[in-house]
């Protein structure tokens, strides 16, 4: 039971093709966001997400900006889905820290091959536990999925989509604060400034702070590096993490033609 097959990376990726896997695929997205499509539903996702599809679904992935993750297929896990999911915001890092430790044990030629299937439980028991029965109420829950859906785009307008909705703005952005933290505004900057800061750990976005901030949703590079350099403690130009590092796909994908 939750056993590991395979483990793999995207360094920055546009588009996966429509494929469907014998096992179970989870994807936590380390940069970017994106839209996995199904054929009945599209979920939206960025940093710290994951991905939980279920065996024999086809999906494909697309993004404008690209994106980058870490994909693992498991065999018999301990989860109860039947349908596409979004598991939202791994925010405390543990999740990510087991999927890179999988990814390690997978691909290193003296990998200990025996800590995989624990490494599978223990990314098991983190989605079973963050499993989203409904984190927001519907209305704070459609403009979540409206920031996630629309954030990297400069002429993005918040204001304006909140007074679309039939409630006056200063209450949607109390309700929003209360059950988040955070007002809708902070939660689009955070996650615009998460994707820029994946974005800036990759081969391409070093030197490209000015276009970066653009593909992130800045219109103002000085604006962006400001509030950038608050977040982070560096400025863009200086932020140096450990970029990812492409892989090949897994051993049971099978193409769709479409």
Same mark, same amino acid.
């Not at 494909?60 to 889905?81: C, V």
């Not at 439980?121 to 983190?126: D, E, P, R, T």
């Given at each position: 039971?939750? &056993?590991?097959?395979?483990?793999?990376?995207?360094?920055?990726?546009?588009?996966?093709?429509?494929h469907i896997?014998?096992?179970?695929e989870?994807?936590?997205?380390?940069?970017?966001?994106?839209?996995?499509?199904?054929? !009945?539903?599209?979920?939206?996702?960025?940093? &710290?997400?994951?991905?939980?599809?279920?065996?024999?679904?086809?999906?494909?992935?697309?993004?404008?900006e690209?994106?980058?993750?870490?994909h693992?297929?498991?065999?018999?896990?301990?989860?109860t889905?039947?349908?596409?999911?979004?598991?939202?915001? !791994?925010? &405390?890092?543990?999740l990510?820290?087991?999927?890179?430790?999988?990814?390690?044990?997978?691909?290193?030629?003296?990998?200990?091959?025996?800590?995989?299937?624990?490494?599978? #439980?223990?990314?098991?028991?983190?989605?079973?536990?963050?499993?989203?029965?409904r984190?927001?109420?519907?209305?704070? #829950?459609?403009?979540?999925?409206?920031i996630? #859906?629309?954030?990297? !785009?400069?002429t993005?307008?918040? &204001?304006a989509?909140?007074?679309?909705?039939?409630?006056s703005?200063?209450?949607?952005k109390?309700?929003f604060?209360?059950?988040?933290g955070?007002?809708?505004? #902070?939660?689009?900057? !955070?996650?615009?400034?998460?994707?820029?800061?994946s974005?800036l750990?990759?081969?391409?976005?070093?030197?490209n702070?000015?276009?970066?901030?653009?593909m992130?949703?800045f219109?103002?590079?000085?604006?962006?590096?400001?509030?950038?350099?608050k977040?982070y403690?560096?400025?863009?130009?200086n932020?140096?993490?450990?970029?990812?590092?492409?892989?090949?796909?897994?051993?049971?994908?099978?193409?769709?033609?479409v």
């Amino acid at each position: 039971m939750n &056993n590991i097959l395979y483990v793999g990376k995207h360094a920055l990726t546009w588009t996966v093709s429509r494929h469907i896997h014998k096992s179970w695929e989870l994807i936590y997205c380390t940069g970017g966001a994106g839209e996995m499509h199904f054929d !009945d539903r599209t979920l939206s996702y960025g940093v &710290n997400d994951v991905a939980i599809v279920p065996p024999m679904i086809p999906h494909s992935n697309a993004s404008r900006e690209g994106f980058t993750n870490i994909h693992m297929n498991l065999t018999d896990p301990a989860l109860t889905y039947t349908e596409p999911l979004i598991i939202r915001a !791994d925010s &405390n890092g543990f999740l990510r820290d087991a999927f890179t430790a999988a990814f390690y044990y997978w691909s290193e030629a003296s990998a200990e091959y025996t800590l995989l299937p624990l490494y599978g #439980q223990l990314i098991v028991a983190y989605l079973t536990q963050y499993r989203p029965i409904r984190r927001h109420s519907e209305t704070v #829950q459609q403009i979540e999925d409206n920031i996630l #859906q629309h954030y990297p !785009d400069c002429t993005y307008d918040l &204001n304006a989509y909140l007074s679309s909705l039939p409630f006056s703005t200063e209450y949607l952005k109390k309700m929003f604060k209360k059950e988040t933290g955070l007002t809708p505004l #902070q939660y689009l900057t !955070d996650r615009r400034l998460e994707n820029a800061a994946s974005t800036l750990s990759t081969f391409w976005g070093k030197g490209n702070v000015s276009e970066t901030a653009r593909m992130c949703g800045f219109s103002d590079p000085l604006y962006f590096s400001r509030l950038f350099k608050k977040k982070y403690g560096v400025s863009p130009r200086n932020y140096t993490p450990e970029a990812a590092s492409p892989a090949p796909s897994g051993p049971d994908e099978v193409k769709i033609m479409v």
